[in-house]
């Protein structure tokens, strides 16, 4: 079957850096896909991997492994309005999105 | 307006009761999508509509009807729904399809939460 684990919370403090890791199991692969959700809100576009390597886009960076079915979401400076979900999602062989269920980013002071 | 809009942001609906969910794409995208998202899981993709033709239905319940009367619409209808369809329910677009050399990423509305009793 077709899988994206994420963790599903993770904590940091504000200033600091934090890592969000994403791995996939799917059929075929079209892409690597990072999302940020505020609560009660619509998902916004982070970062689109396609190559191994990283991507780094202001304090947001995104790094892909494809021989791994791995990446991560690289958050550096963090701010309190950086919290909220970040959601991985691979294109597969069908073209389709599969998503992850989702990191809830909780920032303290 | 500007982006992707839903109407409505809230529904509370009986399980005998039919209505329908609107989302308006002012983007110019080509693309539309409906979404499923309960807490604590993945998004579920339900129709994906390319060009005002459905391309996609990974198998959703009957009691889910799209329609796309062009491509800057996209409806919902719903008709006997069960409990366990409640759910924000997320309609995106997007410039092309993934996989497509015109594909941009997908651009989603604020959401409609739906409540079934």
Redesign the interface.
């Known amino acids: 079957g077709q899988n994206i684990d994420q963790p599903t919370e993770m904590t940091a403090t504000e200033g600091a850096i934090v890592q969000i890791n994403c791995t996939y199991q799917t059929s075929g692969f079209n892409g690597l896909f990072w999302y940020q959700q505020h609560a009660g809100e619509a998902p916004t576009f982070l970062s689109y991997n396609v190559l191994d390597g990283l991507e780094e886009k202001g304090r947001f960076s995104s790094f892909l492994s494809r021989s791994k079915g791995y990446s991560y979401l690289l958050l550096k400076e963090l701010q309190m309005k950086d919290s909220a979900s970040y959601l991985c999602a691979v294109g597969d062989s069908n073209y389709q999105l599969i998503w992850g269920a989702g990191t809830k980013l909780i920032i303290k002071p | 307006e500007t982006g992707?809009t839903q109407t409505p942001r809230h529904l509370v609906m009986g399980m005998t009761n039919k209505k329908s969910l609107k989302c308006e794409q002012h983007l110019g995208h080509n693309a539309m999508y409906w979404y499923k998202q309960s807490a604590?899981?993945?998004?579920?993709?339900m129709f994906?509509y390319s060009l005002e033709e459905r391309v996609?239905n990974n198998s959703v319940p009957s009691r889910f009807s799209p329609e796309c009367p062009n491509s800057s619409h996209l409806f919902l209808h719903l008709h006997t729904l069960q409990p366990e369809d409640s759910a924000l329910y997320?309609c995106a677009s997007s410039q092309g399809?993934?996989?497509s050399s015109n594909y941009n990423?997908?651009?989603?509305?604020?959401?409609t939460r739906l409540t079934v009793l």
């Open positions: 992707v604590k899981k993945p998004l579920e993709l994906v996609e997320l399809e993934l996989g990423e997908q651009f989603f509305g604020p959401g």
